[in-house]
């Protein structure tokens, strides 16, 4: 079967950041396999524009707004969405920004913003999303993380690199915990994609990661979708805790 069979029909997904890039990308692949697809970003309007093309492929979406590393949007956001949809059978936690700079340039307002983003904001989605899951014994979460936490980058980019090796940590202790209630708990480490966010890179920044990845290209974001689409579908039943590595053979551990 290829990637259009609709085994995910019936399933309420939400993906955070989905208003673009690899966001969007995933929402289009889970869309396209069935799946009722919760657009979130920051701003209602974006989410609305990428909801809005996936009903006019002929998916099922719906656009929701909130800032993830904000709890009490998050949160009000889940209950809502609960209110409306009575469960959610899959998150993917892939809300993120760029911010390639070197340690020194690292301040700690940077540093707690990346944080916050990216480690604080899935553990609020997880939060949120997990009683209902736990209640129902069945879920799927999968974290967008990067091959950067799993190898480190090569240019002092830390605070990035901490947030996302943080959400490998994330993701195999609460698979640990949540797997007795029937939900699977992974991520997706991607190389360098081809997104809004790689477009902040410098070109010399770009050329070096390019030259390192031995499929000589860089992914595209339906190839991250496809995996997290895995992951988020019942062919992952026995799968808990992975991370795994979508990055054109870049790093292979
Ligand atoms: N592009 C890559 O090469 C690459 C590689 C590895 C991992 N990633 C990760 O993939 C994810 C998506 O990256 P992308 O390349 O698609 O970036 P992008 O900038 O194109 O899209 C990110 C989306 O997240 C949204 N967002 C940012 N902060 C948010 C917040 N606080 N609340 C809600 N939404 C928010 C943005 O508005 C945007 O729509 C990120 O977590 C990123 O770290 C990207």
């Given at each position: 079967?290829?990637?259009?069979?609709?085994?995910?029909r019936?399933?309420?997904?939400?993906?955070?950041?989905?208003?673009?890039?690899?966001?969007?990308?995933t929402?289009?692949?889970?869309?396209?396999r069935?799946?009722?697809?919760?657009?979130?970003?920051?701003?209602?309007?974006?989410?609305?524009?990428?909801a809005?093309?996936i009903?006019?492929?002929?998916?099922?979406?719906?656009?929701?707004?909130?800032?993830?590393?904000?709890?009490?949007?998050?949160?009000?956001g889940?209950?809502?969405?609960?209110?409306?949809?009575?469960?959610?059978?899959?998150?993917?936690?892939?809300?993120g920004?760029?911010?390639?700079?070197?340690?020194?340039?690292?301040?700690?307002?940077?540093?707690?913003?990346?944080?916050?983003?990216?480690?604080?904001?899935?553990?609020?989605?997880?939060?949120?999303?997990?009683?209902?899951?736990?209640?129902r014994?069945?879920?799927?979460?999968?974290?967008?993380?990067?091959?950067?936490?799993?190898?480190?980058?090569?240019?002092?980019?830390?605070?990035?690199t901490?947030?996302?090796?943080?959400?490998?940590?994330?993701?195999?202790?609460?698979?640990g915990?949540?797997?007795?209630?029937?939900?699977?708990?992974?991520?997706?480490?991607?190389?360098?994609?081809?997104?809004?966010?790689?477009?902040?890179?410098?070109?010399?920044?770009?050329?070096?990661?390019?030259?390192?990845?031995?499929?000589?290209?860089l992914?595209?974001?339906?190839?991250?979708?496809r995996?997290?689409a895995?992951?988020?579908?019942?062919?992952?039943?026995?799968?808990?805790?992975?991370?795994?590595?979508?990055?054109?053979?870049?790093?292979?551990?």
């Amino acid at each position: 079967m290829g990637s259009t069979h609709k085994d995910l029909r019936g399933k309420i997904a939400i993906v955070t950041g989905a208003a673009r890039g690899l966001g969007k990308a995933t929402a289009e692949v889970l869309a396209n396999r069935g799946a009722h697809v919760i657009v979130n970003d920051r701003e209602l309007a974006d989410a609305t524009k990428a909801a809005e093309t996936i009903s006019a492929q002929g998916g099922q979406a719906t656009p929701l707004a909130f800032d993830v590393s904000d709890v009490e949007q998050v949160n009000d956001g889940f209950q809502r969405l609960l209110a409306q949809f009575h469960r959610i059978d899959i998150l993917v936690n892939n809300a993120g920004i760029g911010d390639f700079v070197s340690f020194p340039e690292i301040t700690p307002e940077k540093w707690d913003r990346m944080l916050n983003i990216h480690l604080k904001g899935s553990f609020n989605c997880c939060q949120a999303v997990l009683p209902s899951m736990k209640e129902r014994e069945y879920g799927k979460i999968v974290n967008v993380s990067s091959v950067a936490g799993k190898r480190g980058d090569f240019s002092g980019n830390a605070h990035y690199t901490a947030a996302k090796a943080g959400m490998i940590g994330l993701t195999k202790s609460l698979a640990g915990y949540a797997a007795p209630f029937g939900i699977n708990v992974n991520a997706v480490a991607p190389g360098l994609v081809a997104t809004n966010l790689t477009d902040e890179m410098s070109p010399e920044w770009k050329a070096t990661t390019i030259a390192r990845i031995p499929a000589g290209r860089l992914g595209l974001p339906e190839e991250i979708g496809r995996a997290i689409a895995f992951l988020a579908s019942d062919d992952a039943s026995y799968i808990f805790g992975e991370t795994l590595s979508v990055n054109g053979g870049s790093y292979m551990d």
